[in-house]
């Protein structure tokens, strides 16, 4: 079946850095990439959605020029936390679509201190 | 008010208890329909789809109601092994954004 791989599972970093969340689909292509995130005992909410070579859509209230999205590929999109503040602690997960239905990555656990 | 709404849980349940979780949603446009399941600190997993003529799949049962924008999820014969959360969840068109209530919680003891 279709695999999403992400990277990393979990990342601690310290305030003011940037983080990189990687998510690769191996044995399809994702057209669209959906980037989500929770909060602890909260659902998961959509941040934006990428189609690859365009520019992601955020929804209202993300700061796109906080989370930067790249989907240079068919198989490859990225989420950077810029900047991250504790605030930005939160489990962050994508999800392609491609090939048949929706299919989530595992999940990154991110903690800034 | 949230697209998506369910009941707030958590459900504590015995072994073999039949269980009934309720979701509506507000944009009636919505086309498709599912229940995700999601364990602790795990990504959610498509437990059905949900049709208007109702399905089952073992011991799990999916209703939708359009007219009420109403949609359920039953549980027959509980395992420990289904103690997770339930999430709700709904597409505008297809291929677009999966849309997450905020899920209920069930709980199965022995």
């Known amino acids: 079946g279709a695999v999403v791989s992400q990277h990393p599972s979990r990342v601690i970093c310290k305030s003011g850095t940037s983080v990189k969340i990687e998510c690769r689909s191996l044995?399809?292509?994702?057209?669209?990439m959906f980037w989500y995130r929770q909060f602890p005992k909260q659902s998961l909410m959509l941040m934006a959605t990428?189609?690859?070579?365009?520019?992601?859509?955020?929804e209202q209230g993300v700061e796109k020029d906080k989370f930067l999205i790249n989907h240079a590929s068919l198989t490859l999109s990225t989420l950077t936390v810029t900047s991250a503040h504790p605030e930005d602690s939160s489990f962050y997960i994508c999800?392609?679509?491609?090939?048949?239905?929706?299919?989530f990555g595992s999940g990154t656990r991110l903690t800034v201190v | 008010r949230k697209e998506v709404e369910q009941d707030p849980g958590p459900f504590n349940v015995p072994e073999g208890a039949t269980v009934a979780f309720n979701c509506t949603y507000s944009?009636?446009?919505?086309?498709?329909f599912f229940w995700y399941r999601q364990d602790c600190r795990k990504e959610p997993k498509l437990l059905m789809s949900?049709?208007?003529s109702g399905n089952e799949d073992g011991r799990f049962t999916a209703q939708l109601n359009r007219a009420s924008q109403y949609i359920s999820l039953l549980i027959r014969d509980s395992k420990l092994s289904d103690s997770a959360t339930y999430l709700c969840?709904?597409?505008?068109?297809?291929?677009?954004?999966?849309?997450f209530g905020k899920g209920t919680t069930l709980s199965v003891s022995s």
């Open positions: 999800s392609a679509r491609g090939g048949n239905g929706y299919t």
């Open positions: 044995d399809f292509q994702a057209t669209t």
């Open positions: 990428s189609n690859e070579g365009s520019k992601a859509t955020y």
């Open positions: 944009n009636s446009a919505s086309q498709s």
């Open positions: 949900v049709y208007s």
């Open positions: 969840v709904v597409t505008h068109q297809a291929g677009t954004a999966l849309i």
